[in-house]
Nanobody
């Protein structure tokens, strides 16, 4: 099982990034997919979730209207489009897959996003 995140980097405030998480080794369409973020010395924060079918999404209040989560079940990939980025968005962004019935989950290693001028 692998979840491999990509697309992170350094961006100026107000800029955009698109993160990708490529999944392999499990039945992707049976899993709800989420993005979390982690800052040192702070609890891991749930950022966005998309259900297994893609029919429903949920966002943290801090990113509503700026971030969009989507998935392509044919490519076993989930995306996070991040617009109007702020310095407070700086974190390691981590992909999570949670089986829709059992709740069993997998985690990726994360990709660093730094928002700074």
């Amino acid at each position: 099982v692998q979840l491999v995140e990509s697309g992170g980097g350094l961006v100026q405030p107000g800029g955009s990034l698109r993160l990708s998480c490529a999944a392999s080794g499990f039945t992707f369409s049976n899993y709800h997919m989420s993005w979390y973020r982690q800052v040192p010395a702070k609890a891991r924060e749930s950022v966005a979730l998309i259900t297994a079918t893609g029919g429903s999404t949920n966002y943290a209040d801090s990113v509503k209207g700026r971030f969009t989560i989507s998935r392509d079940n044919a490519k076993n990939t989930v995306y996070l489009q991040m617009n109007s980025l702020k310095p407070d968005d700086t974190a390691v962004y981590i992909c999570n897959a949670k089986e829709r019935n059992s709740g069993f989950d997998y985690w990726g290693q994360g990709t660093q996003v730094t928002v700074s001028s």
